[in-house]
């Protein structure tokens, strides 16, 4: 045990001058005490000394110490790491990616709100704005994210209260400009960055208010923690806890944990698989049974200009279109060996999925069609494989 009690202990600093990677060994050990792995609190509930402190630990705003929905010292050692990777005053985290959306949602919209968000987005964010928001009364506007100033046109001042992109975005790696969402003026700005890590981008850093990352996916990094996290100014996370604390969406201290222990290895990892994914998508493009490859660290990407602005690296994600459609695209799911057919990503095995009949397994032919989510596509979470297995594999299965 610590010689003093731990979660009293402050926060590590760190200096403004170290580099992302350097952070994020740093960064996150405030509740830990002396301990260089980080303690796990799994207690859902602490005890306080009388009256008063009861009062006050009841009354103030993410005070830890109290009850698990309120707060938790390993979430909060978490929560702080990915703040320092964001650049962030604050970090808030919840259950899911999706506990985090439809929180942030709820917390600043109500009935007659109006959101505005892109149309290329995580099958499940696009069905909470289809679904239970048009339930709530709220209208969403949904842009084309890829054409300049389409978000700014759609906002309508003093009844849009946020906007949401994702960037790059779910399963065709299209990207936001987040110059231009930062510099919207009425709304919350939100971008979701999952897909890129906060090694791969910094959209506070751009001006964007909210940071938004499904933590199950690259910062966890190793399929073994169910996570969100919002980072931004402390402020306004603060009224969007008070909304938290109601709705529950509360992160486990388990699942915690291991997001920390995976940040401590997140930029050898993304380096590692961005590597990876920039050979695949440059051999892939090659071959005659691929009629289109998506990764935005390809020159002949249309956005690769962009990419090379906003992102350090471009991702660990590649999609493929295959000309045989379907067909090719079932023969491949059942020939791959060492390649895993899972719908995830960021972790450490690589994983390819149909998004055709999985994620997106709810559209209409057209509106698949339309998203640009044909028959033929398959989406790639590159993982920790020594890229020559992974290429004879795709080879292979394609053959
Ligand atoms: C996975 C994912 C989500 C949802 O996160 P969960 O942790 O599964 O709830 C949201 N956005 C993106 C881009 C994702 O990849």
């Known amino acids: 045990m610590p010689d003093q009690p731990a979660t009293q202990q402050p926060a590590t600093q760190q200096p403004a001058t170290q580099r992302p990677a350097t952070r994020a060994i740093t960064a996150g050990r405030g509740h830990s005490g002396r301990s260089l792995a980080p303690a796990l609190w799994a207690s859902s509930v602490w005890q306080s000394t009388d009256m008063h402190d009861a009062r006050r630990r009841a009354t103030g705003v993410r005070s830890g110490e109290f009850y698990g929905r309120y707060a938790n010292p390993t979430v909060a050692s978490f929560e702080e790491a990915v703040a320092a990777l964001e650049g962030a005053e604050s970090s808030l985290a919840f ?3 999706m506990g985090a959306i439809s929180t942030v949602v709820l917390a600043l919209c109500g009935q007659g709100s109006h959101i505005v ?9 696009l069905a909470f704005l289809q679904g239970p928001c048009a339930r709530f009364g709220i209208e969403v506007t949904f842009v084309d994210g890829t054409q300049p100033g389409a978000f700014a046109a759609a906002i309508q001042p003093g009844r849009t209260m946020l ?3 994702e960037t790059p975005s779910n399963p065709l790696l299209e990207l936001v400009d987040l110059d231009e969402i930062g510099a919207l003026r009425g709304p919350i700005t939100m971008v979701d960055s999952t897909f890129a890590t906060p090694l791969g981008q910094q959209p506070l850093a751009h001006g964007v208010h909210r940071s938004l990352h499904s933590a199950t ?33 509360t992160p486990s201290p388990f699942d915690a944990l291991n997001a920390l222990r ?25 071959h005659p049974s691929v009629a289109a490859v998506h990764y935005p660290g390809l020159r002949t990407h249309p956005q690769h200009e962009l990419a090379k602005r906003q992102m350090h690296h471009f991702g660990t994600v590649l999609a493929i279109d295959l000309a045989g459609g379907r067909a090719a695209a079932e023969h491949l799911l059942s020939s791959v060996q060492l390649v895993r ?15 055709c009949t999985t994620t997106h397994a709810s559209l209409t032919d057209a509106e698949a069609a339309e998203q640009g989510v044909t028959p033929g596509l398959l989406r790639i979470s590159v993982g920790l494989e020594d890229a020559d297995d992974l290429l004879a594999d795709l080879l292979q299965a394609l053959a």
Do not use: F
Not at 219 to 248: F, K, M, P, Q
Not at 264 to 286: D, K
């Open 262 to 286: 995976g940040m401590r290895t997140l930029a050898v990892r993304t380096a590692h698989q961005s590597a990876s994914a920039l050979r695949l998508a440059a051999e892939l493009q090659a």
């Open 341 to 355: 057919v899972a719908t995830s990503l960021g972790g450490p095995e690589t994983l390819v999925c149909h998004p």
């Open 117 to 125: 968000a892109q149309r290329q987005l995580y099958s499940a964010t």
């Open 95 to 97: 259950a899911s990616g």
């Open 163 to 165: 906007a949401i992109a």
């Open 217 to 249: 996916k690259g910062i966890a990094g190793h399929n073994d923690a169910t996570l969100g996290v919002v980072s931004g100014e402390r402020d306004l996370l603060n009224e969007i806890w008070g909304y938290h604390v109601l709705h529950g969406a």
